[in-house]
C-alpha cells in the first residue's frame, strides 16, 4: 500500500511563473490537508479538502494560492505569479473518513528564483 | 489562538544518553500527537495521547502528557544515532486541522 506520494519533489520557479504541486492520497483516504513549511518555522495549515470539495481554507493565503481535489485524480495545490517568499516546503497529507490520524508525504520543495 | 512551544529548540547529544523534550500549549489540547520528521522528509507520526496523565512507550520513546493537558514530554532512553530528527508536537484541535509546534532539533552523535 503506497503512501502519501507527491510531486515533484522538488521544483524550481522563476517570479512569476506558477507553480502546480500534486499529491495523491493513501488508497483508501478520503480526506487530505495541505501545510507549508518556511525556513526555520514550523508546520502551518493551508488547506483541508475532501473530493470535489474544500473543507477550511482558512490558513491559504487570499490571493495567488488556489487547491483542488478532483473526483478524478490527485489533490493540486496551485501558486500563481509565485514570490521568493513562496519558497518553502509543501507537504500534503491525507486521512480516513473519520479518524484524526495523519499519513505525510515526502513533500515538494519549492525555490522561487 | 492556541500556540505551542517546545524546547529545547536544538538538543546534541552522545549515543546512549537519555534526553527529555518538552510541548507546552497556551490552551488545552484536543489530542496531542508527537511526530518526528527526518531532513528531506515529511512528519511521520509516532503516537497520539488523549487522556490527562497518560503515559505511553514506544520501545525506548516514553511519552507523557499532563494530568491539565497543557503539557506533555518525550524521554529517549539510550539514545541511538537513528533517532536524530526533528521533533514536533501538535494539537488535532476540534477543525480537522493540527497545530504544530516549531519543534527540537535532535542530534545523537555516535
Known amino acids: 500500500n503506497a503512501g502519501v506520494m507527491q510531486n515533484p519533489r522538488h521544483l524550481v520557479r522563476r517570479r512569476g511563473q506558477e507553480a502546480r504541486l500534486r499529491c495523491s492520497p493513501m488508497k483508501g483516504h478520503s480526506h487530505v490537508y495541505w501545510y507549508r513549511q518556511l525556513p526555520e518555522e514550523g508546520l502551518k495549515f493551508m488547506v483541508y479538502?475532501?473530493?470535489?470539495?474544500?473543507?477550511?481554507e482558512s490558513g491559504m493565503p487570499k490571493e495567488r494560492f488556489s487547491a483542488e481535489f478532483p473526483k478524478e485524480g490527485p489533490s493540486i495545490l496551485r501558486i500563481q505569479q509565485v514570490v521568493r517568499g513562496d519558497s518553502a516546503a509543501y507537504f500534503c497529507?491525507?486521512?480516513?473518513?473519520?479518524?484524526?490520524?495523519?499519513?505525510f508525504g515526502s513533500g515538494t520543495r519549492l525555490t522561487v528564483v | 489562538t492556541q500556540l505551542l512551544e517546545q524546547s529545547p529548540q536544538f538538543l546534541s547529544i552522545q549515543e546512549g544518553e537519555n534526553l527529555t523534550v518538552y510541548c507546552n500549549s497556551s490552551?488545552?489540547?484536543?489530542?496531542l500527537q508527537w511526530y518526528r520528521q527526518e531532513p528531506g522528509e515529511g512528519p511521520v507520526l509516532l503516537v497520539t495521547?488523549?487522556?490527562?496523565?497518560e503515559v505511553k512507550k514506544l520501545k525506548r520513546l516514553t511519552f507523557q502528557f499532563g494530568d491539565a493537558r497543557k503539557d506533555s514530554s518525550l524521554h529517549i532512553t539510550a539514545a541511538q544515532p537513528g533517532d536524530t530528527g526533528l521533533y514536533l508536537c501538535?494539537?488535532?484541535?476540534?477543525?480537522?486541522?493540527?497545530?504544530f509546534g516549531s519543534g527540537t532539533q535532535l542530534t545523537v552523535l555516535p
Open positions: 479538502l475532501q473530493k470535489e470539495n474544500i473543507i477550511d
Open positions: 495521547v488523549v487522556t490527562g496523565g
Open positions: 490552551s488545552v489540547f484536543s489530542s
Open positions: 497529507a491525507s486521512s480516513p473518513m473519520g479518524s484524526e490520524g495523519y499519513t
Open positions: 501538535a494539537d488535532s484541535g476540534s477543525a480537522r486541522q493540527l497545530t
